[in-house]
């Protein structure tokens, strides 16, 4: 399952939303910090097409670790917003797999919060 990870967080970077869905259960869940918890296909897409304030930017992934149930990766981020800011961040994510795709995600970033 590693494989779908990294095929995920590419699909993200190049901004290929059929391969992005193709990669997760019709019921996926999103949970991210600063955003409330996406439920099902539509508001995922919806997430990355038209509210994640990134518009542009790239995934280097220094490990992941996966078997059939779940995954774990870690790396960092670096990116443009829509406001045209530069923005840096480590980032990890897990993962839950049902049928070979992604059925739920949780997103974790290296950010001063409390």
């Known amino acids: 399952m590693s494989a779908v ?13 059929p391969a992005l869905c193709a990669m997760v259960t ?3 869940i999103y949970d991210r910090p600063g955003y409330p918890t996406i439920h099902g296909i539509d508001a995922w897409l919806a997430f ?9 930017g790239r995934h280097h992934v220094v490990r992941v670790l996966a078997d059939e149930v779940q ?5 960092d981020f670096a990116g443009v917003t829509r406001a045209g800011e530069s923005v840096e961040v480590l980032f990890a ?3 839950a797999f049902r049928d070979n ?12 919060a409390i």
């Open 93 to 95: 994510d897990w993962y």
């Open 5 to 17: 990870i990294m095929a995920l967080l590419a699909a993200v970077d190049r901004r290929d939303w």
């Open 71 to 75: 995954g774990f990766c870690w790396g």
């Open 26 to 28: 019709p019921d996926v």
């Open 101 to 112: 795709r992604i059925c739920q995600r949780r997103t974790f970033f290296y950010e001063r």
């Open 48 to 56: 990355y097409r038209d509210t994640r304030v990134i518009t542009t």
